[in-house]
């Protein structure tokens, strides 16, 4: 995911232009090498006067699935089965969760038991208020059976 913008014409070469990514890997090692590629393209210029900056913005570990999460994952759809409620669909978070960082620091975590609804981020997006209830309880049976 991304955007490219530049130039004000379709015909003429544009004084600068920004390319900004938004990369989401499964693991550290997978966006170390992704990171080492776009380094690499970086550094290469062959236009003459053309120079490229490379400036990572936002930087944040991968949710990986370890075996800890795993656990986690297993013992909420566990409890969610309990309560009657659907269970949890298991998805990559990818790196914009703050979970992330509780993963990277070797503690299991679940991302994404809040309210349901769709469109995140979007202008479509909406919740479904009455879930707010369904995931405290699901939060709670999930606490006290740990």
């Known amino acids: ?7 004000t014409v379709p015909n003429a070469v544009p004084a600068e232009c920004s390319i900004m990514l938004d990369i989401r890997t499964k693991n550290l090692a997978e966006g170390e090498r992704i990171n080492k590629s776009i ?9 003459k006067d053309v ?11 991968p949710m990986e699935r370890t ?12 409890a969610a089965k309990a309560l009657g409620q659907p269970v949890p669909e298991a998805r990559p978070a990818g790196s914009w969760s703050d979970s992330t960082f509780v993963v990277a620091a070797g503690v299991p975590a679940i991302c994404a038991c809040g309210v349901r609804g769709e469109w995140n981020h ?22 006290l059976t740990l």
Do not use: D, F, Q
Not at 1 to 7: L, Q
Not at 40 to 45: G, L, P
Not at 51 to 61: H, K, Q, S, V
């Open 1 to 7: 995911m991304g955007t490219i913008s530049g130039g």
């Open 39 to 47: 380094e690499e393209i970086a550094e290469r210029c062959y236009t």
């Open 51 to 61: 120079t490229c900056t490379l400036e990572i913005i936002n930087p944040r570990p």
């Open 67 to 78: 075996e800890g999460v795993m656990e986690l994952y297993s013992h909420v759809a566990e």
């Open 122 to 143: 979007s202008k479509r997006e909406y919740v479904v208020l009455e879930s707010l209830y369904e995931r405290t309880k699901l939060a709670a049976a999930t606490i």
